[in-house]
């Protein structure tokens, strides 16, 4: 799985998940995943704001879940609409929201990244 910082994330197994997750909780940094799908419009509008704040912010994990691929994950964080962004600190959801909205993600990843 590449880590890189500075960039999203695309998690592509359960396994994956796992391993992102994990160092999610074991870095204590915030873990900000995208529930997305191929065929979700707004995905593709909200996707190069999402990947843009990676490159802002290295100090934040962004992940990108597409929920045909990891059902299980999508109905483990009860994602209903794509996209949805959860916030995690610690492996605890802080925040979330749905929709393509490029002044909240931002917004909202400035706010939960502060804290």
């Not at 802002?56 to 996209?83: G, H, I, R, S, W």
Request: include cysteine.
């Amino acid at each position: 799985m590449a880590s890189e910082e500075g960039q999203v994330i695309a998690v592509h197994s359960v396994d994956q998940w796992k391993e992102a997750f994990q160092k999610g909780v074991e870095s204590k940094k915030l873990v900000i995943i995208d529930f997305t799908a191929s065929w979700c419009g707004p995905c593709r509008i909200i996707g190069p704001v999402f990947a843009e704040l990676a490159k802002k912010m290295p100090a934040v994990t962004f992940l990108k879940v597409d929920v045909d691929e990891l059902k299980t994950v999508a109905e483990e964080y009860n994602v209903e609409a794509m996209p949805t962004f959860v916030f995690l600190k610690g492996g605890i959801v802080v925040d979330r929201f749905s929709g393509a909205a490029k002044d909240l993600l931002q917004q909202k990843v400035a706010q939960h990244a502060a804290a």
